[in-house]
Nanobody
Framework: QVQLVESGGGLVQAGGSLRLSCAASGRTFSSYVMGWFRQAPGKEREFVAVIGWIPTYTNYADSVKGRFTISRDTAKNTVYLQMNSLKPEDTAVYYC???????????????WGQGTQVTVSS
């Protein structure tokens, strides 16, 4: 069992930056693939980024590539999402998730956090 708690969301102006954190409980954090997803109002939840068991393996949605960076700190059982050059269309609730497959599909993730709101003003 893994429990995930996101933090770091907030209100930021377009062009600004935020860093989201996701703290994981449990001693098996390093055995999980970690992903970030987001859901904007009235839209379905979508993939943002994933990081593998080996932190050099990362993948991003085209919409955030070059602006967002996912990373993980195994010693702290935490995964991060550094978000730069934010745009109003990045406004959403951001969720972290843990799973066993290096995947961009929601169905491959077994554990989810409660989400953190990110709002980007124009």
């Amino acid at each position: 069992q893994v429990q995930l708690v996101e933090s770091g969301g907030g209100l930021v102006q377009a062009g600004g930056s935020l860093r989201l954190s996701c703290a994981a409980s449990g001693r098996t954090f390093s055995s999980y693939v970690m992903g970030w997803f987001r859901q904007a109002p009235g839209k379905e939840r979508e993939f943002v980024a994933v990081i593998g068991w080996i932190p050099t393996y990362t993948n991003y949605a085209d919409s955030v590539k070059g602006r967002f960076t996912i990373s993980r700190d195994t010693a702290k059982n935490t995964v991060y999402l550094q978000m730069n050059s934010l745009k109003p269309e990045d406004t959403a609730v951001y969720y972290c998730a843990a799973g066993g497959s290096y995947s961009s599909s929601e169905s491959d993730y077994d554990y989810w956090g409660q989400g953190t709101q990110v709002t980007v003003s124009s």
